[in-house]
C-alpha cells in the first residue's frame, strides 16, 4: 500500500501520450482547450479554482473566444442546469447530481472537476462494499504495526487529499454507498473538517474544496440518502435529452469520439440509422409513439442515451470489422435486442408487441423489422 493515493506505480515521464490511453481522463483529452480557456478568461477567479464560473460554463457548453479557439460541447442541455451546477461549487456547498442512468451525470462530474480544479480522479466508485476508509482514510498497516500510528503510516482518502489541497472530490453512486458509510460525509461537509482522532489532529479544508456526488433515480430505496446529510447538498436533476433531435446530436456526436478513440474502421455516418435508434429508445421509454397515437408496453430497462450510443457504436464495429463499411439495420437490430430485453420474459412480450404493431407498420423500416425479426428468432 502507498503514503498517498496519488502516488503511481509508473513513472509519469514514461506515461502513455492521452493519444495512446483507452479512455483519457478530461483533463488529458481537453487539455488544449484548458489552456486556451484560462489564458483568454479575465473573469474573477474563486479560490484556487483554475477557471472562472462563466469559464467553466463555455467549457461544459461550448463556445468560440475571441482568438477564434471553438470550445466544444461536453454537455447538451439546458444552460441553466450547468450555471446553478457551476454557482453551487462556488458556494461552502456540496452538490449532487441526481437523475436517470444515462443522463451524463458521471461525464458532467468528471468535466466540472477537470474544468476547476484540473484534475477529475480523485474520485469514489460508491458499491455496496464501499467503506469509511474510501472517503476518510485507511493505514499503511506495516508501518501501522512497526511505528504505531503517525503521519506517515496514514493514507489519505481521494476526499481527504482534495480537503488538502483545495480541489473538487467526485463521489460516484452515492446511494449505493451503506448509509452508515454515507454519514461520514456529515462532518466534513457541515465543518469542511476531518478529525483523525488516532493522530490527535484534524485535516481542514483549503479553499477550493467540494464534493461532486451523484446518484440514480432508479436506487432511490437502496440506501437513502439522511436527511442530514441531503441538507449539505445543492441537488441539480440533469433529465433525458428533451428533443429527438437533441438526443441524436448526443449520440452522433459521441458515436463520433468514441470511434476515432477506438479507432474502429472508417464507417461514414448513418444519420438515419442514429435516429432510428434513438426513436425506438424514445418510444419504448416513454410509452407511446413518436406521433402520441399508439400506446406502449415499456420494458424493465431504462433504454438511456448511453445505450443508445453503445448500440450505435457496435453496429459501427460489426460494419467495419465484418460487413461492408456502411451502418446498416442488421448491424445495430442485435445490439437494440440486448438493450431491450433484460428479463427474457416480460421484456421479449413488449419487443414483440412493438415490432408488430409500431416497426412493421412503417413502410420506411421494412428493412430494419426484417433485421430485428432475424435477431429475435
Known sequence: MTDSVTDTVTDPASAPAASELLRPHAEQLFADELTALAAADDRPRPPSWLLSPQAVVTYLLGGELADGTVITPKYVGPRRLVEVAVATLATDRALLLLGLPGTAKTWVSEHLAAAISGT????????????????????NYARLLAEGPSPAALVPSPVLTAMREGKIARIEELTRIPSDVQDALITILSEKTLPVPELGT??????GFSVIATANDRDRGVNDLSSAL????NTVVLPLPATEDEEVQIVARRVADLGRALELPEVPAAAD??????????????????DGRTKLKSPSATLSTAEAISVVTNG??????????????????????????????????????????????????????????????
Do not use: M
Open 202 to 207: 484534524e485535516v481542514q479544508a483549503a479553499k
Open 120 to 139: 477529475s480522479t480523485l474520485l469514489v466508485q460508491g458499491t455496496s462494499g464501499t467503506a469509511e476508509e474510501s472517503i476518510r482514510y485507511g493505514w
Open 230 to 233: 441531503r441538507r449539505r447538498f
Open 273 to 290: 440509422e442514429i435516429r432510428r435508434v434513438v426513436r425506438v429508445f424514445r418510444e419504448l421509454r416513454s410509452g407511446v409513439t413518436e
Open 316 to 377: 459501427l464495429a460489426l460494419a467495419g470489422h465484418f460487413g461492408d463499411g456502411v451502418l446498416a439495420s442488421s448491424d445495430v437490430a442485435a445490439g437494440i435486442l440486448g438493450a431491450v430485453v433484460k428479463d427474457p420474459v416480460a421484456d421479449s412480450v413488449v419487443w414483440t408487441e412493438y415490432l408488430e404493431a409500431v416497426v412493421r407498420e412503417r413502410p420506411d423500416w421494412s428493412d430494419f423489422y426484417r433485421a430485428c425479426r432475424e435477431v429475435s428468432g
